[in-house]
T-cell receptor
Framework: DAGITQSPRHKVTETGTPVTLRCHQT?????MYWYRQDPGHGLRLIHY???????DKGEVSDGYSVSRSKTEDFLLTLESATSSQTSVYFC?????????????FGPGTRLTVL | AQTVTQSQPEMSVQEAETVTLSCTYD???????LFWYKQPPSRQMILVIR??????QNATENRFSVNFQKAAKSFSLKISDSQLGDAAMYFC????????????FGKGITLSVRP
């Protein structure tokens, strides 16, 4: 299994509070991704990174920010959590671009915003 | 923008039987990749099979095979000799071939296997 961990694995928070989710990899892969999974929507890309300090927006980036200061860590921040951000969040990594290289997924973080 | 459609939200199959999961996609590109991912109750996303659009031959991985119809933009997954462990949600996904290309997922289909 690819070395990807996510923390925390579960979190319950209140509306308006900041939340940071962490993705950590031990594979030294260049690309890292954050997705959210919601019933009826599949997985949707929030943000991705193609290198240290290089990030870009995905399909559903509003309300989220990311940072990547080291190859191994990719942080997802909800500056002020809302109930619509209740979801399961997945981190993924790949050595190269999606088509040529498999994306390996972390175990997911279930976030509940009350 | 590319879209991936999985129109069947749920399917059921008898153990040891064969089942086909449907997926269609829309793209204006001529070269791309298609994937099927499996997500069991553990939530772990697992790559089942990958197809490169420029390859005519349908991909096969043990009991899993695809029927890739490029002109029809159809990419179905066939599971033969279904096992209880095949019960999961299955996602179809698309990726272009360019730099920084990303995966676009369908909404998924829940497959149940009857003993």
């Amino acid at each position: 299994d690819a070395g990807i961990t996510q923390s925390p694995r579960h979190k319950v928070t209140e509306t308006g509070t900041p939340v940071t989710l962490r993705c950590h990899q031990t594979e030294n892969h260049r690309y890292m991704y954050w997705y959210r999974q919601d019933p009826g929507h599949g997985l949707r890309l929030i943000h991705y990174s193609y290198g240290v300090k290089d990030t870009d927006k995905g399909e559903v980036s509003d309300g989220y920010s990311v940072s990547r200061s080291k190859t191994e860590d990719f942080l997802l921040t909800l500056e002020s959590a809302t109930s619509s951000q209740t979801s399961v969040y997945f981190c993924a990594i790949s050595e190269g671009t999606s088509g040529n290289n498999e994306q390996f997924f972390g175990p997911g973080t279930r976030l509940t915003v009350l | 923008a590319q879209t991936v459609t999985q129109s069947q939200p749920e399917m059921s199959v008898q153990e040891a039987e064969t089942v086909t999961l449907s997926c269609t996609y829309d793209t204006s590109e001529s070269d791309y990749y298609l994937f099927w991912y499996k997500q069991p109750p553990s939530r772990q996303m697992i790559l089942v099979i990958r197809q490169e659009a420029y390859k005519q031959q349908n991909a096969t991985e043990n009991r899993f095979s695809v029927n890739f119809q490029k002109a029809a933009k159809s990419f179905s997954l066939k599971i033969s000799d279904s096992q209880l462990g095949d019960a999961a949600m299955y996602f179809c996904a698309y990726s272009s071939t360019g730099a920084n290309s990303k995966l676009t997922f369908g909404k998924g289909i829940t497959l149940s296997v009857r003993p």
